[in-house]
């Protein structure tokens, strides 16, 4: 749970860096190829090259789902959306990876599904109302439910490779890495826009922070704590990060937030998490 923890508050600055530093201003696609470029850096000194081959693909396999499928639909999506309703739609992740990981163990575990129910409830709770019909929010809605469901896709393989085939964790994430860059080179190559590659201070800046360690140290620590944990709990905890990160994005951009539906949406977030892990995970 610390790893998750942790790398929760890391990912919360995610939504407001991209709103005010990188959407609009550098191609989508091309931001995300040199995110995933300086986290593999980050790993590349403890890369163990001598890792079998079957592990090597399925970590490149992983990485091209869960962060490079992400993250060409993540930057898409703040086309159409705010940083705020991003984070906030970011919420169906629970229920993708308790369905996707009951998926690989052929069963169904409807109390699990209902406490990932339950913690999307709270952050529609909290949800602002803005403009919920408009084509540009419907766009935007996609997108980011495709970006859930690489994520969710990506967490739950991980973590059940880690049952199947135990790894030393640190010597091939990097493999993981080499995977997202793969397929966002691909993308890019088909739908990059070459004339918004130039990259200013600011630009720069923000993309060392979120290559370095939202990317390659949050990454990390979110799979390795995910391994750590059942299905249910690390459903949830996805959506701890919608609250700080629109918190984050309230205070930032100072927008207007309902404080009484927001703390109401929480409450219910964090019951969600304790009723999982006291009650349900315990009793299986």
């Known amino acids: 749970m610390p790893y998750l923890i ?13 709103e005010l530093f990188i959407a609009g201003k550098v191609d989508n696609i091309f931001a995300a190829l040199i995110r995933v470029a300086f986290a593999a850096l980050v790993f590349l000194p403890f890369l163990n090259w001598k890792t079998p081959n079957s592990i090597k693909l399925k970590m490149i396999a992983l990485g091209a789902a869960q962060i490079g499928g992400m993250y060409i639909f ?11 309703t991003v984070a906030l739609l970011m919420a169906f992740t629970p229920i993708y990876v308790t369905l996707i990981y009951d998926a690989f163990h052929r069963q169904f575990k409807a109390k ?9 409830a709270g952050v529609c709770i909290i949800e602002s109302k803005g403009n919920m019909g408009s084509t540009n929010f419907l766009v935007g809605l996609i997108f980011s439910q495709c970006a859930n469901i690489c994520f969710a896709f990506g967490q739950a393989a991980y973590k059940r490779l880690n049952e199947i085939q135990p790894v030393k964790q640190k010597e091939v994430f990097g493999f993981f890495f080499i995977g997202a860059a793969l397929a966002i ?22 993309l060392i922070w979120l290559g370095t360690v939202t990317t390659g ?27 700080i990160g629109v918190t984050i994005n309230i205070l930032v951009t100072h927008k207007q937030i309902d404080l009484f539906t927001f703390l109401v949406g929480l409450a219910v977030l964090f019951f969600a998490l304790i009723l999982h892990v006291k009650v349900i995970a315990k009793n299986g």
């Open 217 to 243: 140290i949050g990454y990390f620590l979110w799979n390795k704590g995910g391994t750590m944990v059942d299905s249910g709990t690390l459903g949830i905890m996805n959506n701890a990060v919608t609250p």
């Open 185 to 206: 080179s691909v993308a890019f190559l088909f739908f990059g826009d070459t004339t918004k590659t130039s990259l200013g201070l600011p630009q720069l800046l923000a």
């Open 6 to 18: 942790i790398t929760a508050f890391l990912w919360a600055t995610v939504f407001t860096v991209i």
């Open 112 to 120: 699990y599904l209902l406490t990932a129910l339950l913690a999307v």
């Open 74 to 84: 993540f930057f898409q999506s703040f086309n159409y959306l705010s940083g705020a």
